[in-house]
């Protein structure tokens, strides 16, 4: 049983009268119609939320299990749900505003919008001949050039990958390549605490010899310096002037591609998560309205990057869909200080604030008194994403940036979901801090045992699956349906049937409320993004002088989770360079995967505690890296006596 008993905090009540959920009862009916009449409750919200250019003929087609389809049938643009449906009656409200990291701003207007999305679609299809179907893969900055590309390739078609900007010219090549892209959009780089930062020289590495990829287009953003070459590089700024405004919408079908997103497996290569158009789209706009209750003169604003999912869906097409005004931030929380954000927040009255757990930390830790300064009475909903918060940083975010009176929706999901599937909901839920509470409307979590598929009691650990399909889940791995099968499907079965793992552990408490525990595989969450072990090893072992690498999470104050990395040499003449070597391979993993998976531990062991057929013990090194006593048993291992040395060794 869970000893620890969470506070628990009522809905703001004045928040709740004019909520979209007003209360735990409007929220148990939902579920309940959900339950009793699934098809009928999807279809009513997609008949009522989507602008079909004409209607589908069928709900859900489970006819090939797990490859489900939604609203089979239905024809309609998502750049057309995202902009077009809101002329009438918002064209000259703010879509986007943009604030860069120097302090420039642009507000950008719906009729804005759809005239530079639609110059954008033009450039693609007249000058670079991009049609429906085609990759394209956008490597970005947060500028607003990188809404109208994915917007653009959306009312053509095609196909969009966007690679967050952090990552380096292997990881950039590897999604290029597995993607097939034909063209790459970038910009010359951008802005980073008031310092120009370079994209462009990484795509020119990233493209080698036999690359897909026949042009690359490029933002000018910073105006430095970078090469040009002829006839594959394209200036954006000079095409862009030449082109036509008006661009027809492409007649999509409800299960057409919208876009692919690489995310870290277990094993090494990235996979190619693929979101279709309809069930996305419907879910994005759903959950923007019922999470974070987003009005029509509100202004909302996600501080992620459109590299991740939470961008995607959080910063571009769920609150064009809705038809809310999105803030746009290039810069980072901390940089002139930690006050950034609340300035932000009181110069535009932002109204929801939507951060990751490692932000709240860093600007806990650094600007602990900063959010008095500034006026944040515009605040209603705050929300977190991508890592569960811890209840330090949950109870400071509450009362010092909240004021008490904000809910805090602790979102769960991730990549492959496509939107929400845990969450409170603003004006409805009681919340307890660091809880992912219940299942959204609609969504069939459930905590289950690996063994036998059935719910587990309160105070009993499981995994977290779907026992049902959702408009907005996964449709596949982009090229590998074997991979899509056995890494979703097939760890978990309910009534003998396969359903949807998502990798994490998870465990309810006397109230059914979730938490999550975090991940069951040998993926690490670090700062609210998954980076595989196997990856990371890989990268390792690029070096020269590395034999033998195991990789594990850390827990870490700011972070959530570090990466942890045992080492073992090929010679131990080098071990007195140990600070050296450290450089050497953190290096290694900067070229591979890029800054974000560096290692903040690494230790040299003369050897790894391994099973006798060979497999690497994590679990032991898990516990050591954590400071925790060893409990499970060592006899069986090749070498015991090698867990008393790594502990030694970590020790120091």
Known sequence: MSDIVKPT???????AKAARIKNMCEYHDLQTWAQEDYEGFWGHFASEKIDWFSPYTQVLDESNVPFYKWFVGGKLNVAHQCIDRHLNSRKNKAAIIFEGDRGDKQIITYLELYYNVNKFANLLKNEFHVKKGDRVVIYMPMIPEAAYAMLACARIGAIHSIVFGGFSAEALKDRIEDAEAKVVITADGAFRKDKPYMLKPVVDQAITANSPVEKVLVVERNNEDITWVAGRDYSYNELIKNQSSICEAEVMDAEDPLFLLYTSGSTGKPKGVQHNSAGY???????????????????YWCTADVGWITGHTYIVYGPLAMGATTVMFEGVPTYPDAGRPWKMVEEYKINQFYTAPTAIRVLHKTGEDEPAKYDLSSLKVLGTVGEPIDPPAWKWYYEAVGGSKCAIVDTYWQTETGGHIVSPLPGATPIKPACATFPLP????EILDPQT????????GGYMCVTRPWPSMIRGIWGDPERFVKSYFGDVKKDGQPVYFTGDGAIYDEEGYITITGRTDDVINVSGHRMGTAEVEAACKKHPNVAEVAVVGKPHDIKGEGIFAYIVLKSDDTVGEEMEMVKEINKVIMKEIGNIAICDDIVFVPGLPKTRSGKIMRRILRSIAKGEAITQDISTLEDPSIVATIEAKVKG
């Open 9 to 15: 905090f009522q809905p703001n009540r004045e928040f």
């Open 281 to 299: 789209i419907l879910w994005a706009q759903m959950t923007m309205e019922w999470v974070f209750d987003v009005k029509e003169n509100d202004t």
């Open 442 to 445: 609609g969504i069939m979590a």
């Open 453 to 460: 598929g059935v719910k587990v009691a309160a105070g009993e």
